[in-house]
Every structure is written in structure tokens, then in C-alpha cells.
């Protein structure tokens, strides 16, 4: 039986209240890293998407979305900058506070920003308290498989869930020299299927793929006792992640082959930003009933 009704509650049961990750079940408290494990055992698949703002977060939430990542691409689909790389850890915890004002059931998981854990695991346990501290998150994600592991194990043993992130790690944009698709050839794929194992082994409690073959990913879920989170990773993950900007067909410029547009919301807006401009040059807005008197 559960006695939780908010983030920090207590859970009696070993399995948990049976929560149904997408849409919920009612029971008035946050996702956590236990419905994740569970959700992995009942091979029940759910969805993530990114959120930078208290209100589009909260739609999200009231979707019924169980986990939303305030990620570092906040760098190129909310702050304006090229990439990932520039996003600061000051930035991301005030955006993750907003995304955790603005729900009440999502797990809410912040991205690690460039240059805020790779120093040392002291850095990475100092920064992601902060998100917890600061921000209110649930947990943090950290791009890396070997090179982040002391990272993740000095923060798990803090208390701090920690996301591992593989394949593409869009912070090593320079070293990769573009976004491509990663594990294509047997040694990187023996590579990416090791760093998984030891992500898991440092204690995260997840691991996203993004951009890696379909295959390597279906390998990488039915060896792994955690969810993998696939992003440009096929269709055998235990879950998927989209950047809510692509989804939403807000985002300009290239689409990666892997994003599904699900709404144009960019002309949408950009039509009623037009109508709106029509009626106030033409007159037409406020009308009598938009009029104080
Ligand atoms: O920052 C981000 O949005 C991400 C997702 C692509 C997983 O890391």
C-alpha cells in the first residue's frame, strides 16, 4: 500500500502503487525512480519530453507525460544559442524551477550542463545538489559512459538519481565534429554497450540512447535492468524522449530523420500573431466588449 501523496513521501510497498506512468493513476504525488524499475519489469513503455517553462510544462503534465527533462538543449530551442555547449548551470536551475512550479506529477529531470560535472565527482555533486536544493528537480542526467562513471557513483551515493545519457552526447558536438549517428561499427558499439553496463553499475537509474542503430539499442534495453530512454535509437526501447520544440514543429532548420511532428504550432502562433495584428491596424480589436467603462 502507499502512504505518498507528495515528492517526498514514503512508499511501503516493494512494488510500489502500481502507477500507470503515462496518464496516471491518481494518486496525487510525483513519478519517481521506483515507477521507472517498475514500469521496466512490466515491459510498460512510456514517454518524456523536454520542457523549459512553467507553462508549457504544465500542459505537459496535465498530458499526462510521467518524466520531463529540463535539458541542456534549452541552449538551442529556448535561449538562443548555436548549441548546447554555451548553456550554464545558473540557467538551468532557474528553468528547471519553473518546469517544477509548473507541475505536480511529473518526475522532473535536469540536465547537467556543459563543464558542470566533467571536472571532478566533487563538481558534479556540488552542481547536482543544487538542482535538488534549488530547483526542486527529482533527479539529474549526465552525458558520458567510463569517463562520467565516479560522477554518477558519488552522486547516487549522495542521494541524487542520476540519468546516464549515450551515443550522441550532443555537449561533445566539437569532438564528434556534427550530430551523427553513433555505434555504427563494432568497436564503438562494444563501446557504447560497455559504457551502458557501467552506467548501470555506477548506479544510474536510466540511460538515454540518442542517435545509435535501432539493433545496438534493442541490445543495449534486453541487456540493461534499467529503462533505456531512446531518442533516434528505433523503436525497442522501454521508452522515448523528444525535444518538445521538434514535436511541436517549432523548431527551424533541419529536422533530424527521427523526429514525428505532431502539431505545427509555429504557424499556428505566427497566424494568430497576424490575425492579431490585422484587427489592431485595421481597427477591428478591442471591440466594444474587450472595453472597460
Ligand atoms: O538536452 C536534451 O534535450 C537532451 C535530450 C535530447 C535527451 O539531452
Not at 534549452?74 to 518546469?99: F, I, K, R, S
Amino acid at each position: 500500500m502507499s502512504t505518498s501523496n507528495s515528492a517526498q513521501s514514503i512508499t511501503t510497498s516493494t512494488e510500489g502503487p502500481g502507477l500507470t506512468l503515462y496518464g496516471g493513476d491518481g494518486t496525487g504525488r510525483r513519478v519517481t525512480v521506483r515507477d521507472l524499475a517498475r514500469a521496466k519489469r512490466a515491459g510498460e513503455r512510456w514517454p518524456m519530453l523536454t520542457a523549459y517553462d512553467a507553462m508549457i510544462a504544465s500542459v505537459f503534465d496535465d498530458a499526462g507525460i510521467p518524466v520531463l527533462l529540463v535539458g541542456d538543449s534549452a541552449g538551442n530551442n529556448h535561449l538562443g544559442y548555436e548549441n548546447t555547449v554555451p548553456v550554464t548551470m545558473d540557467q538551468l536551475v532557474m528553468l528547471t524551477a519553473a518546469v517544477v512550479r509548473g507541475t505536480k506529477r511529473a518526475m522532473i529531470v535536469a540536465d547537467m550542463p556543459f563543464g558542470s560535472y566533467q571536472e571532478s565527482p566533487e563538481q558534479a555533486l556540488r552542481n547536482g545538489a543544487r538542482f535538488l536544493k534549488e530547483a526542486g528537480a527529482g533527479a539529474v542526467k549526465l552525458e558520458g559512459g567510463k569517463r562520467s562513471a565516479h560522477q554518477v557513483e558519488a552522486m547516487v551515493a549522495a542521494g541524487i538519481p542520476v540519468m546516464a545519457h549515450l551515443g550522441l552526447t550532443p555537449q561533445s558536438v566539437h569532438t564528434f565534429g556534427g550530430y551523427r549517428v553513433q555505434g555504427r561499427d563494432d568497436e564503438s558499439a562494444e563501446q557504447l554497450i560497455a559504457d551502458a553496463k557501467t552506467m548501470q553499475a555506477a548506479g544510474a537509474f536510466s540511460v538515454v540512447l540518442e542517435c545509435v542503430p535501432e539493433e545496438l539499442a534493442a541490445r543495449v534495453t534486453d541487456l540493461l535492468d534499467i529503462p533505456t530512454i531512446g531518442i533516434g535509437a528505433g523503436a525497442r526501447c522501454d521508452a522515448q524522449v523528444l525535444v518538445w520544440t521538434d514535436m511541436a514543429g517549432m523548431t527551424t532548420g533541419h529536422t533530424p530523420k527521427f523526429v514525428k511532428q505532431y502539431v505545427d504550432l509555429r504557424a499556428a502562433l505566427g497566424d494568430a500573431a497576424k490575425a492579431f495584428a490585422g484587427d489592431v491596424v485595421g481597427g477591428a480589436y478591442p471591440a466594444p466588449e474587450h472595453a472597460f467603462h
